[in-house]
């Protein structure tokens, strides 16, 4: 079946410290995963993809076939971060974005 | 471009009553998604269309959901007759082809009383 977990519901970092959020994906095939933000009361947006393999306001993710994860990464977490991330994985077969249930990221001054 | 624009932002109306949410997706996109939101239960996909035709509408969640796309340019979920429960944000997504990735719009609060 095809899934995508984030253990996390909450998590809560204080300025300055680095920030990974968990994404881990079962899907029989090559996927393309994602990571969406929606900052309070905003609209979803895009962050990143992993085959751009880029860093976007300084995160990073990185897709570890092994391990099945997609696990996005920040060293030094600022406050303007604070928002709710959301993993996402696209099906080649319907090109369906299947979503994890979001983690929502807590910056404490 | 605008992006996705969606109306009205919130809706506030009484159980039973019918609610009509509107969607204009970015033009030239072919792929165009409707989404609920709840703290319950996340983000769920209730449908999209490619080209104007509803290719999954498998997470409608029953006969009073329905949706339409009468051109590119316009899109409308209904709900009638509305109940508390349908109470969430209700997002609009479209993207060029559907493995492009998805823009979204701002959302639509809808709170049944």
């Known amino acids: 079946a095809q899934r995508v977990t984030q253990p996390e519901k909450l998590l809560s970092v204080f300025k300055g410290a680095p920030v990974e959020l968990k994404c881990n994906y079962s899907?029989?095939?090559?996927?393309?995963l994602f990571w969406y933000v929606q900052y309070s009361r905003q609209r979803l947006q895009l962050l990143l993809r992993?085959?751009?393999?880029?860093s976007i306001k300084g995160f990073t993710a990185d897709l570890n076939k092994g391990e099945t994860s997609f696990h996005l990464k920040k060293p030094f977490a600022q406050e303007e971060d604070s928002a709710m991330y959301y993993c996402?994985?696209?099906?080649?077969?319907?090109?369906?974005?299947?979503w994890g249930a979001g983690t929502k990221l807590i910056i404490k001054p | 471009d605008a992006g996705v624009i969606q109306s009205p932002r919130h809706e506030v109306t009484e159980m039973g009553q019918e609610v009509t949410l509107r969607c204009k997706p970015i033009?030239?996109?072919?792929?165009l998604f409707w989404y609920r939101q709840t703290m319950m239960r996340g983000l769920e996909l209730l449908i999209y269309?490619?080209?104007?035709?509803?290719?999954?509408d498998s997470g409608m969640p029953e006969d009073r959901f329905s949706a339409k796309m009468p051109n590119a340019s316009f899109s409308t979920l209904k709900i009638q007759p509305s109940e508390p429960r349908d109470s969430a944000v209700y997002f609009c997504?479209?993207?060029?082809?559907?493995?492009?990735?998805?823009?979204f719009g701002d959302g639509t609060r809808l709170s049944i009383l």
């Open positions: 899907y029989s095939g090559s996927p393309e």
């Open positions: 997504a479209s993207s060029g082809q559907p493995n492009q990735p998805q823009h």
């Open positions: 992993h085959i751009s393999r880029e």
């Open positions: 033009s030239g996109h072919n792929s």
């Open positions: 996402a994985l696209r099906s080649y077969s319907n090109y369906q974005l299947i």
């Open positions: 269309f490619n080209n104007n035709v509803p290719i999954d």
